[in-house]
């Protein structure tokens, strides 16, 4: 192996050699640009996983969010349903005033119906009475004279 000379023959082992060479550092480069593109994988994973993580957070608020809504939801209803029956109660209750009302006024009515014709008997009784006694007056004084010529009639 000694050839001193100044143009270098490649023996096929040194071809061998070279290839292998060449062929390592191809595998390097292959490697180097893997483990470039396995960061920058492991980077996207990371980036992910926290997006996950805040959405997860998310959902978790939403759903107490909901649960809260849910409840709200349920205690209004029951309150809608009390205020409904006491709605209710009042509306019939109102019913029940106006139909007290209205036969309060019609016993009003038949009482001032009944106090005119009261009042018109009144008239007429008084009418009458005004007569007996005028008659009453007169009959007092026609006796009175058939008394006095009575006791005329026994003086002579």
């Given at each position: 192996?000694?050839?001193?000379?100044?143009?270098?023959?490649?023996?096929?082992?040194?071809?061998?050699?070279?290839?292998?060479?060449?062929?390592?550092?191809?595998?390097?480069?292959?490697?180097?640009?893997?483990?470039?593109?396995?960061?920058?994988?492991?980077?996207?994973?990371?980036a992910a996983k926290v997006?996950?993580?805040?959405?997860?957070?998310?959902?978790?608020?939403?759903?107490?969010?909901?649960?809260?809504?849910?409840?709200?939801?349920?205690?209004?209803?029951?309150?809608?349903?009390?205020?409904?029956?006491?709605?209710?109660?009042?509306?019939?209750?109102?019913?029940?005033?106006?139909a007290e009302m209205n036969?309060?006024?019609?016993r009003v009515q038949n009482?001032?119906?009944?106090?005119?014709?009261?009042?018109?008997?009144?008239?007429?009784?008084?009418?009458?009475?005004?007569?007996?006694?005028?008659?009453?007056?007169?009959?007092?004084?026609?006796?009175?004279?058939?008394?006095?010529?009575?006791?005329?009639?026994?003086?002579?």
């Open positions: 192996h000694s050839a001193p000379c100044t143009a270098e023959v490649q023996t096929p082992r040194d071809l061998k050699m070279e290839a292998i060479k060449k062929k390592m550092q191809a595998m390097k480069v292959e490697k180097d640009n893997a483990c470039d593109r396995c960061d920058v994988t492991e980077e996207a994973s990371k997006r996950a993580d805040k959405a997860e957070d998310e959902v978790a608020e939403l759903v107490a969010k909901s649960r809260q809504l849910e409840t709200e939801l349920d205690l209004t209803a029951e309150k809608f349903a009390i205020v409904s029956l006491q709605l209710e109660e009042k509306e019939k209750s109102l019913l029940a005033a106006e036969a309060l006024n019609r009482l001032e119906e009944d106090l005119e014709k009261t009042e018109e008997k009144f008239v007429a009784a008084s009418g009458k009475l005004d007569k007996a006694g005028t008659a009453a007056d007169d009959s007092e004084r026609a006796k009175k004279v058939f008394q006095n010529k009575a006791e005329d009639d026994e003086k002579r």
